[in-house]
DNA sequence: GTCTATATTCTGATAGAC
DNA sequence: GTCTATCAGAATATAGAC
């Protein structure tokens, strides 16, 4: 613990992503995100550069002007994505100035409310990480995100009494995000298997706050 | 509980999946599990009809000679690959024979074998889902999967004790899912995050065998 | 910077010989 | 049934006018 190091606030109701201003943007930055939307909700292969133009309300050939190709475009969103999703780990698992039990609330409760807001992400990443792992993780550094973290030193902690198995760390993180993540990723299917719409299942993901860590603490119990 | 049409058994050990012969199998067949596999691997839209016919070993023209259209194999594939999926879930929930305890065990046992021998088939069903949801839900009738099962009922009773949410069993399906299948489709990312190895990954799946259904036992016991 | 028109490449599908 | 050669359409990217 650092105590003069812990200035920063973390509160649950903080947004880690940012809604860009369509309106009134400039041109590069209403292709930026019109790409954005598409390649999000269609994936690399599948969104179309005249998509992209359509929905930035410009030409096909100022997209190539300002961006180069789909290509290019593609990787500079891909970067963004993967830079906002793994700050939502990455300030959170290395604070010297929270709890164990802290950082799980803190966790869910940023990755629920950024995926509230942008469904599509989750099944983005992981598609394009299978179409092309070395390259995205190449941009990625993800090991490093867990070794040596914060928040792994305050597991081993947590879990000494035990004998923790090495194994546990990474069963937790399966649970953690699998729990957090799922539900997005696998939310047509959820909405079709218990029957309800949009906004019943961001109210069930509201509800999943507070009860993720408690079920992780659970979970851990009983080791 | 009805005994006397209880002769069915269900051994963990069992395999929902049947790996097809590749080899000495009909020219129809070798195209049906080169079109199931690459499809699996690089969804739709990424998958080029020559990908297929060149792992199969034919010629491009042969495929439409059997399928008539890539559309058509598609089809064909998916209905398949959703019709194993979903009868994971219907034989073991509506199953009078076993408790709810021996149901979660029975679910994720199988969807373990399942996708640790087909690590693609969860991420391939839920991107296509998610670019055709209408198309794909029409011959998945998922909401009857759960709807007035044998596993529904036993759930109500064995909460009945606490007042349980209606929300609680979508919770549980998410919770239940997300731990079963969520290390698939996150599997780049899972390994990369524990540095392990495939062997290392499957050998954690394993594990997840004996561990979700006491998890998921201990998650029920904090409502 | 922005547009229209066009070049180029790729991919699904078919014609026709064997 | 299986192949080679080819067509037709679509999608990315560029040339060139304004």
Do not use: H, W
């Given at each position: 613990m650092i105590p003069y190091l812990c200035s920063r606030t973390h509160s649950n109701g903080k947004d880690m992503t940012q809604v860009k201003k369509v309106i009134d943007a400039s041109t590069e930055e209403r292709i930026k995100n019109a790409a954005r939307a598409v390649f999000q909700k269609k994936g690399?292969?599948?969104?179309?550069?005249?998509?992209?133009?359509?929905?930035?309300g410009i030409n096909l050939a100022l997209l190539n002007y300002y961006f180069r190709s789909k290509e290019?475009?593609?990787?500079?969103?891909?970067?963004?994505t993967l830079t906002d999703f793994s700050q939502g780990l990455k300030d959170v698992l290395n604070d010297e100035c929270t709890t164990f039990e802290h950082k799980v609330e803190l966790l869910v409760a940023n990755y629920l409310n950024m995926f509230t807001k942008e469904p599509d992400v989750p099944l983005f990443i992981l598609s394009e990480i299978r179409n092309r792992p070395e390259d995205l993780f190449a941009k990625l550094p993800v090991r490093q995100l867990l070794e040596n973290s914060v928040f792994v030193m305050q597991f081993r902690e947590k879990t000494a009494t035990g004998q923790t198995k090495e194994s546990s760390l990474l069963h937790?993180?399966?649970?953690?995000?699998?729990?957090?993540?799922?539900?997005?990723?696998?939310?047509p299917l959820i909405m079709a298997l218990g029957g309800v719409d949009k906004p019943q299942f961001n109210q069930l993901m509201q509800e999943r706050k507070k009860l993720i860590p408690v079920w992780i603490e659970a979970i851990l119990k009983t080791e």
């Open positions: 690399y292969v599948a969104a179309r550069t005249r998509d992209i133009a359509e929905e930035a290019k475009l593609f990787e500079l969103i891909m970067f963004e937790l993180m399966m649970n953690l995000l699998g729990a957090t993540i799922f539900p997005f990723v696998g939310q």
